[in-house]
């Protein structure tokens, strides 16, 4: 196949994130109350946030 397109490449869901203590985090995702929850959370020091970003 010719003319691979360049913007085919898929960016969401591979975008790693760490923590400040060099852990790395990772999304998880809890059912409750009827709703998908999405939280981050660090592997090392178990920190967690609502979002990847509120780590820096
Ligand atoms: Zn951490």
């Known amino acids: 196949m010719a ?3 360049k913007n085919a ?3 969401s869901g591979t975008q ?3 923590c400040p203590c ?6 998880r995702s809890i059912f409750s109350s009827g709703k ?3 939280h981050a959370e ?3 020091c178990k920190r ?6 509120d780590f820096r």
Not at 22 to 27: A, D, H, I, N, R
Not at 48 to 53: A, D, L, S, T
């Open 16 to 18: 790693k994130f760490f």
């Open 36 to 38: 998908m929850k999405h």
């Open 42 to 44: 660090c592997e090392k």
């Open 9 to 11: 490449r898929t960016t």
């Open 48 to 53: 967690q946030e609502r979002k990847p970003k």
């Open 22 to 27: 060099g852990g790395e985090v990772k999304m």
């Open 3 to 5: 003319g691979v397109s």
